[in-house]
């Protein structure tokens, strides 16, 4: 329903207002190193060799598979969601629980 009412749109204003673009590159960087480690050596280099523009989008994207961009750009908010939880952490974190989208229970009473 948030998302429905221009909640991405909304989350990347509340995050470019506090200037948090250092803190979602960060994060993002995170999402890519996360990634790039649940591909052994082996895989990564097979890759590389004969996969160069799968090579290039693992290396050069981001949570969701978005590319770094000079703004905050936000892909569903399901996909923060699910990115906090698992990462225990989010740059919009106050903005998730605000909208009761912390995901850690019913009635979003985990401020």
């Given at each position: ?39 052994n050596t082996h895989q990564l280099s097979f890759i590389r060799k004969y ?61």
């Amino acid at each position: 329903m948030i998302e429905s009412q221009q909640g991405v749109h909304e989350l990347e204003d509340w995050m470019t207002k506090r200037k948090f673009f250092h803190q979602w590159r960060k994060y993002n960087i995170a999402h890519q190193t996360l990634r790039l480690s649940q591909i052994n050596t082996h895989q990564l280099s097979f890759i590389r060799k004969y996969h160069k523009g799968i090579f290039r989008h693992l290396i050069g994207t981001g949570i969701g598979g978005m590319k770094y961009t000079d703004i905050i750009t936000v892909k569903c908010l399901h996909l923060q969601t699910a990115s906090y939880l698992a990462m225990r952490y989010h740059p919009a974190e106050e903005w998730l629980i605000s909208k009761g989208l912390c995901g850690e229970c019913q009635t979003c009473m985990c401020t």
